[in-house]
């Protein structure tokens, strides 16, 4: 059977990566697909300095529009990232009906349905395992795995990034500064790391799981968003003692009200399978009506585990474009999606975590007690460790289930008070992991 040909356009860390795997293991991929797939063009900005495993009669080129454009590349991979250029590059490559593969979990997040809908109009594929966690093929799970359950409620470890920083704070005491510093010598961060410290790369992939899980279109700007800046040492040593630990938690729940959504920093228990994911690995929860708990791992990022889901992506497209599928199943798992509705993450009914650090002097539990009292929030427990520094002593409240609505009246009130030395912090505890 002919062979399918690829079109890579990026060559950093996924792009090389996928790259290596299309090479070196390609006669593992023509057995398994019955007909090679063959790399015919390469793209990059810096094309002319790179050392690349591939034959010099590949084409090579600083022009992604020669590629796109390329008679003979039948998939376009798209993989240089960002929602300007990576666009155009899509547009182009449906415009010329080339297959297109990404792992722009970005530019899917804003309008990846859109692009599907273009797709099928013009008789191709886009496919996007590796936009989202890309060692674990959870996109394949909500789109054909489990598709015959009806999902409730999904909690995930999205950002390796952040996960690296809070396992490091927890296993070592660093300072987020320091854990954020060794993220980035290793190569986990980016020299401006906000977007996985703030939770911006976090929530773009919750958009494109809720998408699948739920069969909403979801902006992503919809999505509550909490970074982990906030977070000390101390906040483990206490979350220790409350039988939990600290992880930047992306939740998806179906409500009575609708569906809530949120990336943020959050207790959970040190008994559930999401507590043990540490270092710079992802994994995803899901609860399902009928099929109950499914669990999922691996690492999250890199250039081989990324690679892995591109090329299988790669990989499935070709089988369609050689044996033919009369009905392709979407990307986003529903034939259509409904358009959400923002459910404001103040309807959400918790426990709390509240952390107060104070210049001592009498009587601030009973102040800080009585605005809980006043918002009808119930107390659950007080815990204060040993500290010597009276001028910044730290102790936490926790406080039984109420709304995050009440919480942040609670908060609000409790900020004007002279004797905090920084606002409160709160984070939900998670009880339904």
Same mark, same amino acid.
């Given at each position: 059977?002919?062979?399918?040909?690829?079109?890579?356009?990026?060559?950093?860390?996924?792009?090389?990566?996928?790259?290596?795997?299309?090479?070196?293991?390609?006669?593992?991929?023509?057995?398994?697909?019955?007909?090679?797939?063959?790399?015919?063009?390469?793209?990059?900005?810096?094309?002319?300095?790179?050392?690349?495993?591939?034959?010099?009669?590949?084409?090579?080129?600083?022009?992604?529009?020669?590629?796109?454009?390329?008679?003979?590349?039948?998939?376009?991979?798209?993989?240089?990232?960002?929602?300007?250029?990576?666009?155009?590059?899509?547009?182009?490559?449906?415009? /010329?009906?080339? &297959?297109?593969?990404? =792992?722009? $979990?970005?530019?899917?997040? +804003?309008?990846? *349905? %859109?692009?599907?809908?273009? @797709?099928?109009?013009?008789?191709?594929?886009?496919?996007?395992?590796?936009?989202?966690?890309?060692?674990?093929?959870?996109?394949?799970?909500?789109?054909?795995?489990?598709?015959?359950?009806?999902?409730?409620?999904?909690?995930?470890?999205?950002?390796?990034?952040?996960?690296?920083?809070?396992?490091?704070?927890?296993? /070592?005491?660093? &300072?987020?500064?320091? =854990?954020? $510093?060794?993220?980035?010598? +290793?190569?986990? *961060? %980016?020299?401006?790391?906000? @977007?996985?410290?703030?939770?911006?790369?976090?929530?773009?992939?919750?958009?494109?799981?809720?998408?699948?899980?739920?069969?909403?279109?979801?902006?992503?700007?919809?999505?509550?968003?909490?970074?982990?800046?906030?977070?000390?040492?101390?906040?483990?040593?206490?979350?220790?003692?409350?039988?939990?630990?600290?992880?930047?938690?992306?939740?998806?729940?179906?409500?009575?009200?609708?569906?809530?959504?949120?990336?943020?920093?959050?207790?959970?228990?040190?008994?559930?399978?999401?507590?043990?994911?540490?270092?710079?690995?992802?994994?995803?929860?899901?609860?399902?009506?009928?099929?109950?708990?499914?669990?999922?791992?691996?690492?999250?990022?890199?250039?081989?585990?990324?690679?892995?889901?591109?090329?299988?992506?790669?990989?499935?497209?070709?089988?369609?474009?050689?044996?033919?599928?009369?009905?392709?199943?979407?990307?986003?798992?529903?034939?259509?999606?409904?358009?959400?509705?923002?459910?404001?993450?103040?309807?959400?009914?918790?426990?709390?975590?509240?952390?107060?650090?104070?210049?001592?002097?009498?009587?601030?539990?009973?102040?800080?007690?009585?605005?809980?009292?006043?918002?009808?929030?119930?107390?659950?427990?007080?815990?204060?460790?040993?500290?010597?520094?009276?001028?910044?002593?730290?102790?936490?409240?926790?406080?039984?289930?109420?709304?995050?609505?009440?919480?942040?009246?609670?908060?609000?009130?409790?900020?004007?008070?002279?004797?905090?030395?920084?606002?409160?912090?709160?984070?939900?505890?998670?009880?339904?992991?």
């Amino acid at each position: 059977m002919q062979a399918v040909n690829v079109g890579i356009i990026g060559l950093g860390n996924v792009g090389t990566g996928t790259l290596a795997i299309l090479t070196e293991n390609a006669e593992q991929i023509a057995l398994k697909l019955g007909f090679q797939l063959r790399v015919k063009a390469l793209c990059s900005r810096s094309i002319a300095a790179k050392k690349l495993p591939a034959p010099d009669s590949i084409l090579r080129t600083a022009d992604w529009r020669e590629v796109v454009s390329h008679p003979e590349v039948d998939i376009v991979a798209e993989l240089v990232g960002g929602v300007t250029v990576a666009r155009e590059i899509i547009d182009a490559a449906i415009a /010329h009906k080339k &297959s297109v593969v990404t =792992a722009n $979990k970005e530019l899917m997040a +804003l309008c990846g *349905a %859109e692009l599907w809908d273009r @797709a099928i109009a013009a008789g191709i594929n886009l496919a996007m395992e590796a936009s989202v966690a890309g060692g674990i093929p959870i996109h394949t799970v909500l789109r054909e795995g489990i598709s015959g359950d009806r999902v409730t409620t999904l909690y995930g470890i999205l950002n390796g990034t952040s996960n690296y920083i809070l396992t490091e704070i927890e296993k /070592h005491g660093s &300072s987020f500064d320091d =854990a954020l $510093k060794d993220a980035q010598r +290793l190569g986990y *961060a %980016e020299a401006d790391p906000s @977007a996985d410290v703030d939770g911006y790369d976090a929530r773009s992939k919750l958009a494109i799981l809720a998408a699948l899980a739920f069969g909403e279109k979801i902006t992503p700007s919809d999505i509550y968003t909490e970074g982990i800046r906030r977070i000390l040492p101390l906040d483990f040593q206490y979350a220790h003692k409350l039988g939990h630990t600290i992880r930047l938690i992306c939740g998806a729940h179906q409500t009575p009200a609708g569906l809530i959504l949120s990336v943020r920093p959050a207790l959970i228990p040190q008994s559930t399978i999401l507590a043990g994911v540490q270092g710079a690995y992802n994994a995803v929860w899901v609860g399902g009506k009928y099929g109950a708990d499914t669990f999922y791992y691996g690492r999250g990022a890199g250039a081989a585990p990324t690679g892995v889901a591109v090329v299988s992506d790669l990989m499935r497209v070709a089988r369609e474009i050689r044996c033919g599928s009369p009905e392709r199943v979407s990307p986003f798992a529903h034939e259509r999606l409904g358009e959400y509705k923002p459910i404001p993450v103040t309807l959400q009914h918790a426990a709390y975590y509240l952390r107060f650090r104070v210049v001592d002097r009498p009587g601030i539990i009973a102040s800080l007690a009585g605005v809980l009292a006043e918002k009808q929030i119930s107390l659950e427990a007080v815990l204060q460790l040993p500290s010597e520094n009276r001028r910044d002593l730290p102790f936490v409240i926790t406080v039984e289930p109420t709304s995050e609505q009440s919480i942040r009246e609670a908060l609000s009130e409790m900020s004007t008070h002279d004797f905090l030395v920084e606002p409160p912090f709160a984070m939900p505890m998670e009880k339904s992991l």
